[in-house]
């Protein structure tokens, strides 16, 4: 099992950026393909980015492509996701997600772990 805390999450105006951060303890993280969802009010939680046990692949979301980043250090046992040129349509609490495989999925029901997310504010 792992447990997993993000950070980083804030208040910031459109165009800025922010970068999160998954904490992973427990079991050996690099065993894990890891995820990052987000949910805003009254929406499905929807998918982001995800990234494989070694980082060699990383899809993302169509609405997310070229402003944000999913990255891994294994020895840090931690996930980030780098987000620039954020744009109101950003704000959502941002979950990121741990499945034991060395498949990378895009759907939410494949992830086992969460975290308990962190919220990101965009400002118009």
């Known amino acids: 099992q792992v447990q997993l805390v993000e950070s980083g999450g804030g208040l910031v105006q459109a165009g800025a950026s922010l970068r999160l951060s998954c904490a992973a303890s427990?079991?050996?993280?690099?065993?894990?393909?890891m995820g990052w969802f987000r949910q805003a009010p009254g929406k499905e939680r929807e998918f982001v980015a995800a990234i494989s046990r070694s980082g060699g692949s990383t899809p993302y979301a169509d609405p997310v492509k070229g402003r944000f980043t999913i990255s891994r250090d294994n020895a840090k046992n931690t996930m980030y996701l780098q987000m620039n040129s954020l744009k109101p349509e950003d704000t959502a609490v941002y979950f990121c997600?741990?499945?034991?495989?060395?498949?990378?999925?895009?759907?939410?029901?494949?992830?086992?772990?969460w975290g308990q997310g962190t919220q990101v504010t965009v400002s118009s």
């Open positions: 997600a741990a499945r034991d495989t060395a498949a990378v999925f895009t759907r939410s029901g494949a992830y086992d772990y």
């Open positions: 427990g079991r050996t993280f690099s065993r894990y393909t």
